[in-house]
């Protein structure tokens, strides 16, 4: 992991939040190319999820929702982890998971002696941040960031049946940000408690719940092959009745082999008629599907729920790769293209040559018309080479002596380091088909 989170500072995709103020623990912020590949790994999802299917219509709702919301969903309740204080160094850790403790004990006075933690009881801590909402702060105005997207999905249920005349089974998918106070957030963006979830509700006749939830766990699975990752560093592992949450009837987790071991990537639940029964009960809005024949249910719900940042992760730990080529080291990120933040760099040779340049210049904003690209003439070429391995840059076009005299570009394949030459009147055709080609990772399996 700190290779990630060293690579990720150096070249600018992602570092710690407010750092000129000593920052503000496991809380980051994204830079530029962790930005496009953000918005990569959503649209990806989307894509995926809403535009190429018929039975599914998207939704934005509000982050602070009616604190009522949060009640019936058994968040205000339930939403809690077991927590205890030390008396002397006033850390606070999770009572479940001490092992995992890094204690801040502070030596005594014989050296090479460290206090030992003076541990409370137990007592349930809610991960919620609470807020108020408007200029009066009394328990009426108190009102919870959502930890989910998902209630925001349940409380528009009748809307979109109604509105979007769906009929199960449907679905309707959200991303946004969610909130967590959690209480040993860390291991770089896998536990952070600001983050963007992506999650799904799909509706169905209670009938077809199970057949439904293989479905779901399949798909999601074949999309995160679909998208680079080893088929060997991610596998299904099935909740246990003690572990599966209040709501679920059925839990099953996408788990990817992080740095840390294996670790939850994607859970997939069968959710029931738990919510849109809590919520009719609580809202006094019936939340059921009618049909036109007079058939009437509660549908159940199957939910995947991911988070960009723990996609964005596994994407990165498993790209990263060191090799060395002519005896010298590279670091290259092998990332999908659809994945990769830029998609090419357009490099004159010599970056002092006008010709070279203005021919580079062209080319450049030609294809960025269409694709995030890159133009770089600073620097020696095998430097510029290695700034694009490091950030995952599929392809590189260079403008070269051979450019002036036949209007020809060599293109680079940062997996395989072949090049070729394209005319370059050619150069935005072969582009635009070589991020559409089907793409296997080089590492194998
Ligand atoms: N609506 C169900 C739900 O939120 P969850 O297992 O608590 O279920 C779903 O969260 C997904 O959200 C997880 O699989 C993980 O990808 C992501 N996630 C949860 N907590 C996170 C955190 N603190 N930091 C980053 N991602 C998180």
């Known amino acids: 992991m700190d290779k990630i989170v060293s690579l990720c500072r150096r070249r600018g995709f992602v570092f710690p939040s407010s750092e000129i103020y000593g920052g503000l623990g496991s809380t980051y912020d994204y830079g530029h190319y962790g930005v496009l590949t953000k918005n990569n790994i959503r649209s990806l999802w989307f894509q995926a999820m809403v535009q190429e299917r018929d039975d599914m219509v998207a939704i934005d709702s509000a982050i602070i929702l009616h604190p009522r919301v949060w009640e019936a969903s058994g968040h205000v309740e339930g939403f809690t982890d077991p927590l205890v204080d030390c008396r002397t160094c006033k850390l606070r850790f999770r009572a479940d998971k001490l092992e995992d403790a890094q204690c801040g004990n502070k030596p005594s006075k014989h050296p090479g002696e460290w206090r030992e933690c003076d541990l409370t009881e137990a007592r349930q801590f809610n991960l919620m941040f609470e807020t108020s909402v408007g200029p009066v702060q009394d328990s009426s105005s108190k009102a919870y960031l959502r930890p989910e997207t998902a209630q925001g999905i349940f409380i528009n249920f009748k809307n979109v049946l109604q509105l979007a005349r769906r009929r199960p089974p449907f679905g309707i998918a959200q991303v946004g940000k969610s909130f967590r106070n959690e209480i040993t957030p860390g291991n770089f963006l896998f536990r952070v408690r600001e983050f963007e979830q992506m999650e799904m509700e799909f509706f169905v006749p209670p009938a077809d719940a199970e057949r439904w939830y293989r479905y779901w766990i399949d798909e999601r699975l074949n999309w995160y092959v679909k998208y680079g990752l080893r088929r060997s560093q991610l596998r299904v592992r099935e909740h246990t009745a003690e572990e599966r949450s209040h709501y679920s009837q059925g839990t099953s987790d996408i788990e990817f082999l992080y740095p840390i071991g294996w670790s939850e990537l994607e859970g997939v639940a069968n959710r029931?008629?738990?919510?849109?029964?809590?919520?009719?009960?609580?809202s006094t809005t019936k939340l059921e599907y009618v049909g036109s024949d007079g058939e009437r249910y509660v549908p159940y719900v199957i939910e995947p729920a991911v988070s960009i940042e723990r996609i964005f992760v596994a994407l990165l730990v498993d790209a990263y790769d060191?090799?060395?080529?002519?005896?010298?080291?590279?670091?290259?990120?092998?990332?999908?293209?659809?994945?990769?933040?830029?998609?090419?760099?357009?490099?004159?040779?010599?970056?002092?040559?006008?010709?070279?340049?203005g021919r580079a210049r062209s080319l450049y904003e030609e294809l960025r018309r269409q694709h995030i690209v890159e133009y770089d003439d600073g620097g020696a070429i095998g430097r510029r080479y290695r700034r694009q391995d490091e950030i995952g840059t599929p392809f590189a076009f260079t403008i070269d002596e051979q450019t002036?005299?036949?209007d020809t570009v060599t293109v680079r394949d940062r997996d395989s380091l072949a090049q070729e030459r394209l005319p370059l009147s050619g150069v935005r055709a072969w582009l635009d088909e070589a991020l559409e080609r089907p793409w296997t990772t080089p590492k194998g399996d």
């Open 272 to 282: 029931g008629d738990y919510d849109l029964t809590r919520h009719t009960e609580f």
């Open 404 to 406: 002036l005299e036949d």
């Open 322 to 357: 060191e090799e060395v080529v002519a005896e010298r080291e590279r670091t290259v990120v092998r990332l999908h293209p659809a994945i990769a933040p830029v998609k090419a760099a357009i490099l004159p040779l010599i970056g002092r040559n006008e010709d070279m340049v």
